[in-house]
């Protein structure tokens, strides 16, 4: 080969050396006067000694690669090493006899131990003839690999099981969803980087490097990682992201990362130790080259690169099937599956052609995006059987575990009470506090009785069990027990940072399940004090632009509906950075015991009083001027620029928000990102960045990736706002049941626009119109908070669509808000320093 060739395929070449002993020449120059062998350590068993000749990493020497071989050429010959074992050596070709015999020990005149030789059975095949190794040669191998440090989990029963992850090996662990199988991943990135020193390759198909630096921070100090998702970090916890800047961990993120790809970088970084993949995804997918069917050639691409670069490749997959397991081609296969107590995770050590070697358990710490050593045996109960799940700690405990998907915000679809009392259950089995428990659990109860169906999700199936083992209401005496039980066998630790802790739930219906009921698409009765949702249909069937108020439930699946969710409201869950937020324990006038946001603010913030603000009707508000498209939405793609007259979704890129004084403009919509850092909004979001851009507060406006359109209208609800202003001014003044029941039909007719339950009937689904209806509240709460922080009031808190909480002088509220009850008017409180937020309490 001429050197260019060469030096692209060097990799290649060198494996050749090693493992087949085969020879290549390459030359340089016009005339080809550098000429050099890429040869086989045994050509020069001196090269195995690296310090006694120039040697250079195979990432060096493929820069340098032209120096090499004009040294080479001269009678120096250059050491090739895979980090430091020497594995080929480039010699003079002049000095060598080289020969195109079928006979390779002409090169050297004889056949050395670990000798190269043909096979006599098929003498005339073409391909190079292949190195036997001597027992010598195996039992070195071994007693250098073993003195050699291989990366760790950091986790001492797992690596005991493991031995560490072996040096060209492709090491695949394997985990259903939602067990923790890249928190493992990430631990041997974090031990390898952060602790030993050694530089680490982070291939994130599945999170983008924004998730891994949270959910190292998060493991590193034990601060909340759903509190980190929201940019909240203490001055700890800052300082700590400091250090690690210099920390040897790359990482290479993006739905278009393939194996192929990091075959290609890994080789470039010099002195690697270890390759993480984090994630192969059992589910097929489009948008990721890392899923599906293509699994097996890209594990066979990993492995590759293993045995390439003699590092070890750890790779995480989403599925513990065999099946699809059995087809990867893994060296070793590491296995988490759940136990019967759920504050430990079984791990299996599996190596090919032999079975298990080891096992370990593990405590999953979800909330602080680690695991945690569980020791060395299982939970075992004397009598061989079941305790009892009502007395028993491991339900106090499993009961929680299961609420921590919904509590920390992660997934939705259960009610918001049920979401508090969750948290609350959280809270007193962390700090072990038996009185709340049994304070805690005929609420819990309770608010799990209005729930018909729990989420179809894996999430919701362990939630539904939990509950299932408190089902028959228990006696005081049982509710003692189960208190005692879980502060005895509760092993969940609070966390770090108590001043945002995971009770840090806001009060959002909006994250609930519809909150629909059998019968409640129906008309109102003629005499009805408010027939909401006969008013919402008759301005809908009004319109000159026949709106289509449902699509067909066939379509549901495809288009631009499965990207709309709950997230696009843009609904602000916000604290000031320099105030700490804590949820305390109250009794409420009923006898309920329940938690409530307490604010603790700083005395630099001087003199002042928390000023509650709460905006009425910022729903049916919103339908006052909310743009939608009435139509189907169509697929509009990337657009240069925002277009007035269509109204949909469209997919951009997160902008760059520097304020500490007011949250992110979109609000929780930058807290799930896709794998590019981009997200889906709707047109109130969108004209809102618009304006922010003109207005000086955004450096650069919107890039639009994608998008989904239809042709705009802003009065499609207005007939439905203009109706329920009318009936908001006469039956506010009347109260009591009256005014009660016209807010209960109204948020029935906004939900039945998207109803979640499939069995739930409506004369609507439009998610679109939902989710634009509610972003718009979002933009217009948002917007009246900003401007009284421009005219110098301080935000304490930014909550939902309608709370605002100010610090200011007793009985003055900020300037930009107006005082009543009409809508877009709000009502005012004042709450001494210290007092709890008596948020839910009407």
């Given at each position: 080969m001429n050197v260019t060739e060469a030096r692209n395929a060097l990799y290649t070449l060198v494996k050749r050396a090693e493992e087949d002993g085969r020879t290549t020449l390459i030359y340089k120059g016009q005339k080809r006067q550098d000429r050099v062998l890429l040869a086989p350590l045994d050509l020069l068993p001196a090269a195995r000694k690296a310090e006694a000749l120039p040697s250079h990493v195979l990432s060096a020497a493929q820069r340098d690669f032209g120096d090499l071989i004009t040294r080479a050429a001269q009678g120096q010959p250059q050491v090739l090493l895979r980090n430091t074992t020497p594995v080929a050596v480039l010699l003079p070709a002049d000095v060598v006899s080289v020969t195109h015999s079928s006979d390779p020990t002409a090169a050297t005149g004889a056949a050395p131990a670990g000798a190269v030789v043909n096979s006599q059975s098929n003498p005339g095949r073409d391909s190079a003839p292949r190195r036997l190794a001597t027992l010598g040669d195996a039992i070195g191998a071994v007693l250098t690999s073993g003195q050699a440090t291989r990366p760790l989990f950091g986790l001492s029963g797992l690596d005991a099981a493991t031995g560490g992850l072996p040096s060209g090996r492709l090491t695949l662990v394997a985990a259903a969803p939602n067990v923790g199988g890249s928190l493992l991943g990430l631990a041997a990135a974090r031990q390898t980087a952060l602790v030993d020193g050694h530089k680490v390759l982070y291939a994130a198909s599945g999170p983008n490097r924004a998730d891994i630096m949270r959910r190292i921070l998060a493991a590193e100090t034990g601060g909340d990682y759903p509190r980190l998702k929201q940019g909240r970090l203490t001055a700890h916890e800052q300082q700590l992201a400091q250090q690690l800047v210099q920390a040897p961990l790359l990482i290479d993120d993006g739905s278009d990362l393939t194996a192929q790809a990091i075959a290609e970088t890994a080789p470039h970084v010099q002195d690697l130790a270890l390759v993480v993949v984090d994630r192969l995804q059992a589910a097929p997918s489009a948008r990721l080259p890392l899923s599906g069917d293509r699994l097996p050639d890209a594990s066979q691409v990993l492995a590759s690169l293993a045995r390439t670069l003699h590092v070890p490749v750890l790779a995480i997959i989403d599925t513990d099937d065999p099946a699809l397991l059995g087809l990867l081609d893994a060296d070793v296969l590491v296995t988490l599956a759940p136990t019967e107590a759920p504050s430990k995770i079984q791990v299996t050590v599996a190596e090919r052609d032999f079975g298990a070697i080891g096992s370990a358990y593990l405590r999953p710490d979800l909330l602080h995006a680690r695991f945690l050593d569980a020791g060395a045996a299982p939970l075992d109960h004397a009598d061989n059987r079941a305790p009892s799940p009502?007395?028993?700690?491991?339900?106090?405990?499993?009961?929680?575990?299961?609420?921590?998907?919904?509590?920390?915000?992660?997934?939705?679809?259960?009610?918001?009470?049920?979401?508090?009392?969750?948290?609350?259950?959280?809270?007193?089995?962390?700090?072990?506090?038996?009185?709340?428990?049994?304070?805690?659990?005929?609420?819990?109860?309770?608010?799990?009785?209005?729930?018909?169906?729990?989420?179809?999700?894996?999430?919701?199936?362990?939630?539904?069990?939990?509950?299932?083992?408190?089902?028959?209401?228990?006696?005081?005496?049982?509710?003692?027990?189960?208190?005692?039980?879980?502060?005895?066998?509760?092993?969940?630790?609070?966390?770090?940072?108590?001043?945002?802790?995971?009770?840090?739930?806001?009060?959002?219906?909006?994250?609930?399940?519809?909150?629909?009921?059998?019968?409640?698409?129906?008309?109102?009765?003629?005499?009805?004090?408010?027939?909401?949702?006969?008013?919402?249909?008759?301005?809908?069937?009004?319109?000159?632009?026949?709106?289509?108020?449902?699509?067909?439930?066939?379509?549901?699946?495809?288009?631009?509906?499965?990207?709309?969710?709950?997230?696009?409201?843009?609904?602000?869950?916000?604290?000031?950075?320099?105030?700490?937020?804590?949820?305390?324990?109250?009794?409420?006038?009923?006898?309920?015991?329940?938690?409530?946001?307490?604010?603790?603010?700083?005395?630099?913030?001087?003199?002042?009083?928390?000023?509650?603000?709460?905006?009425?009707?910022?729903?049916?508000?919103?339908?006052?001027?909310?743009?939608?498209?009435?139509?189907?939405?169509?697929?509009?793609?990337?657009?240069?620029?925002?277009?007035?007259?269509?109204?949909?979704?469209?997919?951009?890129?997160?902008?760059?928000?520097?304020?500490?004084?007011?949250?992110?403009?979109?609000?929780?919509?930058?807290?799930?990102?896709?794998?590019?850092?981009?997200?889906?909004?709707?047109?109130?979001?969108?004209?809102?960045?618009?304006?922010?851009?003109?207005?000086?507060?955004?450096?650069?406006?919107?890039?639009?990736?994608?998008?989904?359109?239809?042709?705009?209208?802003?009065?499609?609800?207005?007939?439905?706002?203009?109706?329920?202003?009318?009936?908001?001014?006469?039956?506010?003044?009347?109260?009591?049941?009256?005014?009660?029941?016209?807010?209960?039909?109204?948020?029935?007719?906004?939900?039945?626009?998207?109803?979640?339950?499939?069995?739930?009937?409506?004369?609507?689904?439009?998610?679109?119109?939902r989710m634009s209806m509610v972003a718009e509240a979002s933009v217009r709460h948002w917007s009246v908070a900003f401007r009284a922080v421009q005219e110098g009031h301080t935000l304490l808190a930014l909550r939902n669509v309608d709370a605002a909480v100010f610090w200011t002088p007793d009985g003055t509220p900020p300037t930009t808000y107006r005082i009543g009850t009409g809508f877009g008017e709000v009502k005012a409180k004042f709450i001494q320093p210290g007092e709890i937020i008596p948020e839910g309490d009407d």
């Open positions: 009502a007395t028993s700690g491991t339900a106090a405990l499993e009961l929680a575990e299961a609420a921590l998907p919904y509590t920390s915000g992660g997934h939705q679809g259960i009610p918001a009470a049920l979401t508090h009392e969750l948290a609350a259950w959280r809270a007193a089995v962390a700090c072990g506090d038996q009185e709340a428990l049994k304070g805690i659990l005929p609420s819990l109860l309770q608010a799990a009785a209005t729930v018909s169906r729990m989420p179809d999700t894996a999430e919701g199936h362990r939630l539904a069990a939990a509950l299932r083992a408190y089902s028959t209401p228990p006696s005081a005496d049982s509710t003692a027990s189960a208190g005692q039980a879980a502060a005895a066998g509760a092993t969940v630790h609070a966390p770090a940072d108590r001043g945002h802790a995971e009770e840090d739930t806001a009060e959002d219906e909006e994250d609930s399940q519809d909150g629909l009921a059998p019968g409640d698409e129906e008309d109102e009765p003629e005499n009805h004090v408010f027939p909401a949702l006969r008013i919402l249909k008759d301005a809908v069937n009004r319109s000159k632009m026949h709106p289509i108020p449902v699509i067909r439930t066939e379509e549901r699946d495809s288009g631009p509906w499965p990207l709309i969710s709950e997230d696009m409201d843009g609904e602000p869950r916000w604290v000031h950075p320099d105030v700490t937020l804590t949820r305390v324990a109250h009794t409420k006038a009923n006898g309920n015991r329940v938690r409530r946001d307490q604010l603790d603010v700083p005395a630099s913030f001087g003199e002042g009083v928390m000023c509650l603000i709460d905006r009425n009707g910022s729903y049916p508000s919103a339908c006052s001027a909310v743009p939608l498209a009435p139509n189907k939405l169509l697929h509009t793609g990337p657009l240069d620029g925002f277009d007035k007259t269509k109204a949909g979704i469209y997919l951009i890129d997160i902008p760059q928000w520097n304020r500490t004084d007011m949250p992110h403009p979109l609000g929780r919509i930058t807290e799930r990102p896709d794998d590019q850092g981009r997200v889906w909004v709707t047109t109130p979001h969108l004209k809102q960045l618009e304006k922010l851009v003109r207005e000086g507060h955004l450096a650069a406006g919107t890039t639009i990736h994608d998008s989904w359109t239809g042709k705009a209208n802003e009065s499609l609800l207005k007939p439905f706002y203009e109706a329920t202003r009318k009936a908001r001014t006469e039956l506010v003044q009347v109260g009591g049941d009256a005014y009660k029941t016209y807010k209960t039909r109204l948020s029935i007719a906004l939900r039945l626009l998207w109803p979640k339950r499939p069995e739930q009937r409506s004369p609507f689904w439009r998610p679109d119109w």
